[in-house]
């Protein structure tokens, strides 16, 4: 396939995931701020979630401090960040638009309609006040989106690169929540029980649409290091950072070419040791090093990705 | 009082009676609230947005796109007025291959004295790029869209030949799409001739003028790109074809052949149906700041290594100053005598068509030579003193750049606007495909100036499309 058309599919996977992502992570940290808070300043949250996000700087410039409806009207509304939600569903539908004719028509007509819905009822059905239904909304369209796909697309390099482009940022994505939750997080027992750190990690659970799996599986009560393990590591998870990791390889290797040989290699050895390994082996300088890490992993994965494939310069 | 005649009506006589192969529609449509009509237009525009079937607007990101209005009457010929039609588009596509195709090579009919050789090498349509260029079966307009119209009693006048780059084809289709998805009932009831198969035998087509000795040719569209108001059918050909849409950069030119750029490497191109207009296909012969186009495009191409459809230097016989030579290119070069009229025309660099012309300004439509799109035109009769008196002075300035014709009653069809079912102008544009053999698919876009009274059916100015129905016998 072209190279361009490659690298459209790619980023189209990657900006519908994130608009998605950060849907998740506004459903978490405005979950979270509807507990009680013992005297707690309800913007740290939000501002942790703009640093993990790598926004801080670009939100200074607009606002003086992180209230809460700024930042969320920020990451969800404001098209002149090019990191919110609306800006996300516009760059998937503009790159849908630049491949309209190699991808299906049901797939583009699910991302123009998205961008279409969310750009004229933004102002109005969805704001700040209503975050909650704003988020279920983007859920559900990329529930819709992701069906369209699997429904209706050709399994050729098409869909490959947009599964990688897509579990890239999911891993990514995932990573970064978990980062604003270990940053908020007050116990550095990661084997507390109970109390203080339930209610955040099963926010987060839920956040991740995996609270009522945690339960199958784990028949345990709810502690950071557990949540961690499970998030991380479990296999069978649809939003786990493994299961991500692991489908960024298997589709790269059905795309492999002459001079992939390496990128591969590499998204292979983060498959194996998240699939081998366990938090002990994998974070011996603790979670939060390991994460960002990851992200230094899935960057490099992305820039190689770019230069083996889709005709971006070494 | 007006006693101007009423222009020729495609569903009633000027009795007022229903012709009769409109019978079955018209009968349906009086049934018809206009309450119901109204909910399915509305149902047509928010399909077409979700499908995106856009016209980009240029200067505006966002997704800011316009809908070309479509009108949810359908424009009905029977079977007997399109096989006359067609054999009239075939005979003129003939012709007008023949004829870039001599003018490419031996001029015999500049020899015979029926063109000037100024008229024919003076003229910036004129590429000397492409002279003595052998390509592929000797066809220039693989595909051509030749605008038709209706006047008098119902007779059909060519209008113009579009040889270079023809849009509108993906409205024929999508056109026909959405009335059998809104009126699925009327498809029931009438034998609709279907039009579903022109991507089909455009990829067919295409093959068929692949560089000789290439078995399984590589077929791509060549876009300027998304933001090209025409995007939406480049994308969609391409997608219909199953074949790469692809933009400028993504070809180079190695070793004499044409290639692209794939995630697995180089890729040999024999054939581009390309998009893009001559001057910026390729920026080491045309426009050197053309960044559309492929630098080496032109030696691939003159060396036979690769088709580009439709071949350059074909705007040499859709120029308006060539236009009026037609029938006698047919003649000329068919032995066979014009089956379709061409609108009688007055080259003002003639000194009595000049006088004649100025003198009836108030009547005729003055055109500019190397205008399109509606702009760079005088209709003489709706126009106003100052505008007449402005054209005047441009045709004195420089006569060689205009010509005139008579103002047509182009044909009407009822359509439904804002105070119901009304007559409106219109227009007919099929699409001739030539390879081969030459293709027609039954019908083709027709454009209609939704203005009461207007005759200019461009969309870029306020021109909407209908679906064409011909009948099956």
Not at chain 1, 108 to 119: I, V, Y
Not at chain 2, 81 to 89: H, P
Not at chain 2, 418 to 439: K, M, N, W, Y
Request: charged fraction near 25%; hydrophobic fraction near 40%.
């Amino acid at each position: 396939m072209l190279s361009r058309t490659a690298d459209h599919v790619y980023w189209l996977g990657r900006y519908a995931e994130r608009a998605e992502n950060l849907a998740r992570t506004l459903d978490v940290q405005y979950r979270l701020s509807l507990l009680p808070h013992e005297g707690r300043d309800d913007r740290q949250g939000w501002a942790q979630a703009l640093a993990t996000l790598g926004l801080e700087a670009a939100f200074a410039e607009r606002h003086e401090s992180p209230e809460p409806h700024k930042v969320i009207d920020f990451l969800a509304f404001d098209t002149g960040n090019p990191s919110s939600i609306l800006s996300c569903l516009r760059a998937a539908r503009e790159n849908a638009h630049a491949v309209r004719g190699s991808i299906s028509s049901e797939m583009w007509e699910t991302f123009n309609s998205t961008w279409l819905e969310a750009r004229s009822q933004a102002p109005t059905r969805f704001t700040a006040l209503n975050v909650a239904e704003f988020v279920d909304w983007v859920k559900y369209r990329a529930h819709l989106a992701r069906g369209v796909v699997l429904g209706s697309m050709l399994r050729d390099e098409s869909y490959h690169f947009m599964q990688i482009g897509t579990f890239l940022e999911r891993a990514d994505g995932v990573a970064r929540l978990l980062l604003v939750r270990l940053a908020c997080a007050q116990s550095a027992d990661d084997d507390a029980p109970v109390a203080p750190d339930y209610y955040p990690w099963s926010v987060l659970l839920r956040g991740l649409s995996a609270f009522e799996i945690f339960r199958r599986v784990s028949r345990d009560t709810v502690s950071l290091g557990r949540v961690l393990e499970f998030v991380i590591l479990h296999q069978h998870v649809p939003r786990s950072i493994y299961r991500s990791a692991n489908l960024v390889h298997e589709n790269l290797r059905a795309v492999a070419n002459a001079q992939s040989r390496e990128t591969e290699r590499r998204a292979g050895l983060l498959h194996a040791e998240l699939r081998f390994g366990t938090l002990q082996t994998l974070a011996p300088g603790g979670s939060e090093r390991f994460l960002h890490d990851l992200l230094a992993r899935t960057a490099d994965l992305s820039d190689r990705i770019g230069r083996d494939f889709l005709g971006h310069p070494a | 009082m007006d006693r101007t005649p009423l222009p020729y009506d495609e569903m009633y006589s000027a009795d007022g009676h229903v012709r009769p192969h409109y019978a079955a529609y018209a009968d349906w449509l009086t049934r018809q609230p206009d309450d119901t009509l109204r909910q399915k237009r509305a149902e047509a525009d928010s399909l077409f947005h979700r499908v995106g079937i856009t016209f980009a607007v240029y200067g505006e990101q966002d997704g800011n796109e316009r809908l070309i209005p479509f009108d949810i009457i359908p424009r009905v010929l029977s079977a007997d007025e399109w096989r006359k039609l067609a054999a009239g588009l075939r005979q003129r596509v003939r012709a007008l291959n023949a004829f870039v195709g001599d003018i490419y090579h031996g001029q015999e009919i500049v020899a015979a004295g029926l063109l000037t050789p100024e008229q024919v090498f003076c003229n910036p349509q004129y590429r000397p790029e492409m002279q003595g260029v052998d390509v592929p079966g000797g066809i220039y307009a693989h595909i051509a869209g030749i605008d038709v119209v209706r006047a008098g009693q119902g007779d059909f006048y060519v209008l113009e030949d579009n040889l270079r780059v023809p849009s509108g084809v993906s409205y024929m289709l999508e056109d026909r799409k959405m009335m059998m998805r809104l009126f699925p009932e009327l498809f029931a009831q009438n034998h609709v001739a279907p039009v579903e198969h022109y991507p089909d035998r455009l990829l067919e087509n295409l093959g068929s003028v692949a560089p000789a000795g290439v078995a399984d040719p590589v077929v791509v569209v060549l876009t300027p790109g998304a933001h090209n108001s025409a995007y939406f059918e480049h994308a969609f050909l391409a997608q219909q074809m199953g074949v790469e849409l692809v933009e400028g950069q993504d070809l180079f030119v190695r070793d004499g052949f044409v290639y692209m750029r794939t995630t697995r490497g180089p890729q040999r191109v024999d054939v581009i149906y390309r998009r893009i207009d001559d001057d910026f296909l390729d920026p080491l012969v045309f426009r050197p700041d053309s960044v559309l186009g492929v630098p080496g495009l032109m030696s691939a191409y003159r060396a036979g290594r690769v088709t580009v459809a439709n071949a350059i230097g074909t705007g040499i016989a859709d120029d308006k100053s060539i236009y009026p030579y037609v029938p006698a290119m047919i003649r000329f070069y068919l032995g066979e005598e014009p089956l379709l009229n061409n609108v009688p025309t007055r080259i003002l660099r003639r000194k009595d068509d000049l006088a004649y012309t100025l003198a009836h300004l108030d009547e005729l439509v003055v055109k500019e030579v190397h205008g399109a799109g509606g702009y760079g035109m005088l209709i003489g009769p709706t126009a106003s003193e100052a505008e007449r008196e402005d054209f005047r002075l441009r045709i004195l300035a420089s006569p060689e750049k205009y010509i005139a014709q008579p103002t047509l009653a182009l044909s009407t069809c009822p359509t439904f606007v804002e105070q119901g079912v009304a007559p409106r102008h219109i227009d007919l544009r099929p699409f001739v495909l030539s390879g081969r053999d030459i293709t027609i698919v039954p019908g083709g876009l027709t454009r209609v100036a939704l203005r009461a009274g207007s005759l200019v059916v461009n969309s870029s100015q306020g021109g909407g499309t209908k679906d064409t129905w011909v009948l099956e016998a």
